[in-house]
């Protein structure tokens, strides 16, 4: 702990934290040493952790990288991190993340951007490290910490794994609890780790897994053991390679390494057989609905009364309007009103509802293949190696929406995805590959997943 403390307080310049917990961190170490001494270590006992600050920790600042949010210490815990404390996990500090964990460069953080470890050899240029849990693949990149938590709508776990080398999982929907974390859209949205190696990812996923009364969308199935599935045999497991995902545009370099991973995992025994998902191309579209409309109606609760930042006015409307105007940052407010929109009564039918019907069609796609006998889908996990800091997005949001386009149709399915990093570019930075499961099937992405890192 003290050791991850010195390394913290010297990458200050990476941003990759909102808050550091030094005095809470060490005083959960040497409960962790007595722990150990009495023979009564839990499964992750004394290994120090960041947790994405979209996690309610109680009396520690949470911020969903708000401004709006700012100064709010909420009085309980996340379940997930609840989970985490109770097998012995010590707490570094909170993560910096894009605005409400709407972004995917961590640049639209009201604390400013995370900043990635990695440059290009001979530049000294700052590159993303994806987002929204950019703080976390920073960190876990950047040795701050042993491993972090992050939370995945739209990819937020695996594309920034993806840029920074590190390995994230985003489990089945309703495998982890939802209490507890700031909600971006509550039917998309996942709680799961990122991590140095695969081991880590399955130990760390073991404990913040699990059926929580409180999370009624959490499913009470056992959860099995990860770590046991790390290094077992992939031979005769049939993977699916759908050509959707081969966009116009894409680098050459992503080609060849998606290529290489066919060729490894038929090394190790796995079938492939190619695959079709038709509806591939309508996900990035229907989630950039589905997603602010349920933002639009979770971010209605800060109103500069219950939480965090008011800014006063002559009467309660105004001081809501003075609230929200200050407090939510651009990529926000362009959100809340793309959802009110599409969910007003005239458009509803023509968005919303349209969008909604896209999503069973997506589903449908994965279901289709998963009944033909496919065990686990390979996909790239982005369509690029990390950008530079100020690059993308500024006047044209849809650049840096496109960036989601692998990740966005498994959130919308609800399947487990898990980013392995798998390469580097011709620039020298990390590139990963996605493994796509059916649901509550991580074991196998796990198992996939060793072959390829
Ligand atoms: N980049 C996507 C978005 O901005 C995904 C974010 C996420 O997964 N939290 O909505």
Redesign the pocket.
Same mark, same amino acid.
């Given at each position: 702990t003290e050791a991850h403390l010195a390394a913290m307080a010297a990458a200050r310049p990476l941003n990759a934290f909102i808050t550091e917990t030094p005095d809470r961190a060490l005083a959960m170490a040497d409960r962790a040493d007595a722990r150990v001494a009495r023979g009564e270590a839990g499964p992750l006992e004394g290994l120090p952790l960041g947790i994405k600050d979209l996690y309610c920790t109680e009396g520690v600042q949470t911020t969903a990288g708000s401004r709006i949010l700012e100064g709010f210490v909420p009085p309980y815990e996340s379940t997930v991190s609840s989970q985490l404390w109770r097998d012995g996990a010590v707490m570094l500090g909170k993560l910096n993340l894009?605005e409400f %964990?709407? $972004? /995917?460069s961590n640049e639209t953080s009201y604390f400013g951007p995370a900043v990635s470890p990695w440059r290009k050899p001979g530049s000294n240029a700052g590159l993303v490290p994806g #987002? /929204?849990s950019g703080g976390s693949a920073a960190a876990v990149a950047a040795r701050l910490c042993l491993a972090a938590t992050a @939370? *995945? @709508? #739209? $990819? /937020?776990?695996r594309?920034p794994a993806a840029f920074t080398g590190t390995v994230g999982i985003k489990p089945t929907y309703g495998r982890c609890s939802r209490w507890g974390v700031v909600a971006?859209a509550s039917s998309l949205d996942q709680a799961g780790p990122i991590t140095r190696t695969v081991r880590d990812a399955a130990i760390m996923l073991g404990s913040m897994a699990g059926h929580d009364p409180k999370d009624s969308t959490s499913v009470d199935i056992a959860v099995p053991d990860y770590e046991a599935a790390v290094g077992a045999s992939v031979a005769g497991k049939v993977i699916g390679i759908p050509r959707e995902y081969r966009i116009d545009g894409m680098p050459a370099e992503i080609d060849a390494l998606w290529a290489e991973g066919i060729a490894w995992l038929k090394a190790a025994g796995a079938r492939v057989v190619d695959i079709a998902l038709p509806h591939t191309k309508y996900a990035l579209p229907a !989630?950039y609905i589905v %997603?602010p409309a349920e933002a639009s109606s979770n971010l209605a609760r800060y109103d500069g009364v219950r939480y965090g930042l008011r800014v006063p006015g002559r009467d309660i409307a105004e001081m809501y309007g003075n609230t929200r105007a200050a407090g939510f940052g651009a990529e926000v407010r362009r959100r809340i009103m793309i959802g009110t929109y599409v969910l007003s009564a005239g458009y509803y039918d023509a968005y919303y509802l349209k969008a909604q019907k896209i999503r069973t069609l997506v589903r449908r796609d994965f279901e289709t293949a998963f009944a033909d006998g496919v065990d686990a889908i390979l996909t790239p996990a982005t369509p690029s190696a990390a950008f530079g800091l100020g690059e993308k997005g500024g006047d044209d949001p849809i650049a840096? !929406?496109l960036? *989601?386009a692998f990740t966005?149709t498994v959130?919308m399915a609800g399947l487990p995805g898990l980013s392995v990093p798998a390469g580097l570019s011709a620039d020298k930075l990390p590139l990963g590959l996605q493994l796509i499961g059916r649901p509550f099937e991580e074991e196998t992405l796990f198992a996939l997943a060793e072959v390829i890192a």
């Open positions: 894009d %964990a709407m $972004g /995917s #987002g /929204s @939370t *995945d @709508t #739209g $990819g /937020s776990i594309q971006f !989630y %997603a840096m !929406y960036n *989601d966005v959130n």
